[in-house]
């Protein structure tokens, strides 16, 4: 039995896998991205900048990883049509997805609720949470290609255990900790779907900093040392897992 917190990828885990990785620009993304295509995976490369989705391109032709491919949206403003757009450009280069990562994300304000902007309220709901469900209902025909698709939803700490002044964050992503457990229960029938979440901890990453401003980024490890978990849900060593939940530290 695989322990996922100390799960070491092998070189081809991936090999032959096309995943999609949203906030694949910086932070947790991007080191899914980069570790995902060290282990042979085709990386779609889904975020807001095409700068940011342009660098990680670039290192990972540089370490010799497969070429990997750019979907830049901007889940703050897409429409249905973009969505659209977007499973049918995989449905045509690839013919399936076998993998999808919800890392991106935004903080929102820290803030008491009873002085929470509404309309931030909206935009971190919508970008946290109303996306990821978008973007899982569009993509489900291609995962459904695939003779191994995973789905990986990324949570957090205050989703299980609410803490003052998080405001938006905290519960969009216990929605996302609800929208996981239901399609888990709804494919469970379905042998090669699997669907799970993971919550990273504390790590290095710009929201990190803005959440934590006085923080030392040293007293906090870099996102690399989380992706194992990710990978092991990633890979055919955890066929059959489906509906959990892990903390990856």
């Not at 970008?127 to 973007?135: E, H, R, S």
């Not at 698709?149 to 205050?158: E, G, L, R």
Request: hydrophobic fraction near 45%; charge should be negative; charged fraction near 20%.
């Amino acid at each position: 039995m695989n322990d996922p917190n100390t799960y070491e990828a092998s070189p081809d885990l991936l090999r032959d896998k096309v995943i999609l990785i949203t906030g694949a620009g910086s932070g947790l993304g991007k080191a899914l991205a980069l570790r995902s295509a060290c282990a042979g995976a085709t990386v779609i490369l889904c975020g807001r900048q095409k700068s940011k989705l342009d660098r990680v391109y670039d290192e990972i032709e540089s370490s010799g990883g497969p070429q990997p491919a750019l979907a830049p949206i901007d889940f703050a403003s897409a429409t249905a049509v973009e969505y659209d757009q977007l499973a049918s450009v995989i449905e045509r280069e690839f013919g399936r997805l076998d993998g999808l990562v919800h890392s991106a994300a935004i903080l929102g304000d820290r803030t008491p609720l009873d002085q929470y902007d509404v309309p931030t309220w909206c935009k971190v709901l919508h970008i946290d949470l109303t996306a990821p469900f978008i973007l899982t209902q569009v993509m489900l025909p291609n995962l459904r290609k695939s003779d191994d698709a995973s789905i990986v939803f990324v949570s957090s700490s205050v989703a299980q255990r609410p803490k003052a002044y998080w405001g938006a964050y905290s519960v969009a992503k216990a929605g996302l900790e609800a929208l996981s457990g239901m399609l888990a229960i709804e494919v469970e029938s379905q042998a090669n779907l699997r669907v799970n979440t993971v919550n990273p901890g504390a790590i290095r990453t710009p929201m990190r900093a803005a959440a934590y401003p006085a923080e030392k980024p040293a007293a906090v490890l870099a996102p690399d040392a989380v992706a194992g978990v990710f990978l092991y849900l990633l890979g055919a060593d955890s066929r059959g897992v489906s509906g959990k939940h892990f903390n990856a530290q």
